[in-house]
Each structure stands twice: as C-alpha cells, then as structure tokens.
C-alpha cells in the first residue's frame, strides 16, 4: 500500500517541485499563465467533463456533501473564531474553500482513475461559485461584487452550456469534444506548475499560523467527513473522495481575496502556503486511509 501512495502522489509532487525550481532560477511570470489557464484551459476542461457525464441522484447527493464540505468549517471555526477573538474574515475563508483544483483534481485522477474527473471537476466548479459569492460576501461585505465577478468567469459559462447539452441530450461533434478535451489536458499539470512556483513566497515567520491553521483545518475536515458519513449517503469511491476533499490545503484565491480588500495579507499567505507544503505529510496519510479503511 505504501508503494501504491508513492505510486499515486509521485508525479505530483514531481511536477510541484518543477514549478518550484523554475520559479526559484528564473524571472517567470505565472499571473499570464494562471489567467490562460483560468480563461481557456480550465473552462476547456469543465466543458469536456461534465457535457457526457451520466447525471442522477447520485450527483445530487455528491453535489449535496460538497455544500457540507465548504460550509461546516465554516461554521465550526466562527465557532472558535467567537472564543478566541480571531478575525473571521482572515479565518473562515481559508478553512472553507480549499484545494479543489490544483491539488484536488490531479489528486483524484491519479488516484482513482479518468472515470472521476467529471464528479472532481463539479467539486471545484460547487467550491468556485460558493466562494465568489458566499466568500467574496465574508471578505467584502454585502454588495453584488460577487455576482459581478461570477459572471465574469469563462468557467461558469463553460459549466452552464455542457449541463444544458448534457440534460438536453444533445450529442457533441466528436471532433470538437476532443478538441476541449487536449486543450483541458492543459489545465491539470499548470495547475500544478503553478502550485509550485507560489511555494518560493515561503517565510519563517508564518510557520506557527500555518501549522496552526493546519490543524484547525484537519480537524474541521474531520468532523465535516464524519457529519457526511452519517447524512449522505454516497457510493464507496465518493466517500474515499470526500476523505480528501474535506481536508484539503487551503486555495490561493483565500490570500488574492485578502489581499484584495485589505485584510491580514500574510496571515492568509501564511495559511496558504504552509498548508499546501504540509499536505506533503498529510496527503499520504489520508491517501492511505481513503484506500485502506474505508
């Protein structure tokens, strides 16, 4: 089983550590790449997965855990954020909205296979459109930048037209299905890339809030997988998915938010970035729970 973990997280890592060493010898500029990959690549990909995928009360119920997932560490660490005194605006988003495509994505591919990249795909699509509206409204306040900002992203468009060929029963030009589908091949390993490259911001300084924030967000995912073992009920390959997905690192778009409206920077960087280093230790683990013990 250890050699299978290796198996699976290997070619990650692999390419995490290329974007890291890339970034370190060269003068890159990833922002060009990330909006590419944002405005083309990923919409590409969505389209390609979720226009044939079978649609039924299975996706409902996976739609429904996903709510769960985003939702109840949220609550949970306003919770802790009211008994501490911790500002909930630096702390609630990095704990909901978390991983689900850079890390997420290639995660589950590798792991089990091409038949899931529909369901990991309407995870992030689930977490992208909570997070520009629920989590735009817990950085900024209530105003309708959210719903602006959602409406100005290539993947939501993308998500939109495969449902409504997908419910419509409307057969895609194969040609142009594969051609969505080599352009969102693209999207997978940048995102990776990119993952790699933010790991040079990394300071001494933010390690205590990241190995903090860390835990609080394990367990938060803890508690959250185990509230989705009891209400959802979800096939065994989806209950191994949501081991991982309730405790991913938190995303980048968490410290762009923080940054974008002023808030503690290099707290929510601290998170970030620390999170996404020690899931090096901890994605093995869970990656070894989710194939063993359930």
Avoid at 194 to 215: P, V
Wanted: glycine share 6%; aromatic share 10%; proline share 5%.
């Amino acid at each position: 089983m250890l050699f299978r973990v290796i198996e699976i997280l290997f070619p990650m890592f692999a390419v995490v550590l290329i974007g890291y060493i890339c970034a370190r010898r060269t003068s890159i500029n990833m922002a060009s790449i990330n909006k590419l990959n944002l405005d083309y690549f990923c919409p590409a990909l969505v389209f390609a997965s979720l226009v044939n995928m079978p649609l039924g009360t299975k996706q409902v119920n996976l739609i429904s855990a996903t709510f769960i997932a985003v939702l109840l560490p949220g609550l949970l660490m306003w919770i802790v954020c009211r008994i501490y005194r911790l500002d909930i605006k630096v702390w609630l988003p990095p704990h909901m909205f978390r991983n689900s495509g850079n890390l997420a994505i290639p995660l589950f591919v590798y792991t089990f296979g091409e038949m899931v990249k529909g369901d990991a795909v309407l995870l992030m699509v689930l977490s992208t459109c909570i997070q520009m509206t629920l989590g735009l409204f817990i950085v900024s306040g209530a105003n309708k930048h959210g719903i602006k900002q959602l409406l100005k992203m290539p993947i939501i468009y993308a998500t939109i037209v495969a449902l409504t060929l997908n419910l419509s029963d409307v057969h895609i030009w194969k040609p142009l299905l594969e051609a969505a589908s080599l352009l969102g091949e693209s999207a997978i390993p940048l995102m990776l890339f990119s993952l790699g490259s933010q790991l040079i911001y990394l300071n001494r300084s933010g390690l205590k809030i990241g190995l903090i924030s860390t835990a609080t967000s394990l367990l938060s995912g803890a508690i959250t997988f185990a509230v989705i073992l009891w209400l959802i009920p979800l096939a065994h390959i989806e209950l191994q998915m949501m081991v991982l997905f309730t405790m991913l690192p938190p995303a980048v778009m968490n410290y762009l938010f923080a940054e974008r409206y002023q808030l503690d920077g290099s707290t929510v960087a601290a998170m970030v970035l620390y999170g996404n280093v020690l899931s090096l230790f901890t994605m093995p683990l869970l990656l070894w729970f989710a194939l063993t013990i359930l």
